[in-house]
């Protein structure tokens, strides 16, 4: 069974562009969640969504979005970048999001600003 | 709302020697807890989790962990360190209820370094 595919894996953008990661979650699993992985701030839950809607959000900027297909797969796009948004950012896939459940992650992708 | 403290941004064990990895948390309500791993360049992957049915929880990789409410702590160890038990800690903890889909609040996490 594959794992959760993350693409791309790593990009370099500068200020003031903006950014589409895609994420492929487990076979089966319609939620998908989304997180930023800084040294400074650690992990912080971005959203989730599940069924192509956005049900679970955390507390960043409207520059950060995300969609969900039909086939379960996400992407997340950040707007008007600042350096500050360079990090890992992870997603998660699981059967259905609830609390109990385990996430899946993938390796992430490596977003560096200049 | 619900947080995490992983004490020790750093630990460094011997080979062999017991690891303990310390985690408390805060929460209202009874929560869900969890411990991850982050090998370099790669995701996170569960080593265990408590979800309220026995306190003494055994993960992977000879890992386990116990919950005990009145300390509200869940200490991750593991009796013998391995070479290849190198890596990063994530302690996290989410909450019943819908503001919870998908969304674990994790610790600052906690580097393993093991000396041959």
């Known amino acids: 069974k594959a794992g959760v595919t993350q693409t791309p894996r790593y990009l370099i953008k500068t200020r003031g562009q903006q950014v589409t990661l895609s994420c492929s979650p487990i076979s089966g699993h319609r939620s998908v969640s989304w997180y930023q992985q800084t040294p400074g701030q650690g992990l912080q839950f971005l959203f989730e969504?599940?069924?192509?809607?956005?049900?679970n959000k955390g507390n960043f900027p409207g520059r950060f979005s995300g969609r969900q297909f039909s086939n379960s797969r996400s992407e997340m796009n950040v707007s008007t970048l600042e350096l500050g948004d360079s990090a890992l950012y992870l997603c998660a896939s699981t059967l259905t999001g609830g609390p109990e459940g385990e996430l899946f992650f993938g390796e992430g992708s490596r977003l560096t600003v200049l | 709302a619900q947080s995490v403290t992983q004490l020790g941004s750093h630990v460094s064990v011997s080979e062999g020697a017991l690891v303990l990895l310390r985690c408390n948390y805060s929460s209202s309500v009874p929560p869900y807890l969890f411990w991850y791993v982050q090998y370099p360049n790669q995701g996170l992957q569960l080593l265990l989790k408590y979800t309220s049915a026995a306190t003494l929880v055994k993960g992977i990789n000879g890992f386990e962990a116990e919950f005990k409410k009145s300390e509200t702590s869940f200490h991750l160890t593991k009796p013998s360190a391995h070479m290849s038990d190198a890596a990063e800690y994530f302690c996290a903890v989410s909450l019943a209820g819908g503001t919870s889909y998908g969304k674990l609040t994790f610790g600052q996490g906690t580097i393993l370094t093991v000396h041959p």
């Open positions: 969504y599940f069924s192509e809607t956005q049900r």
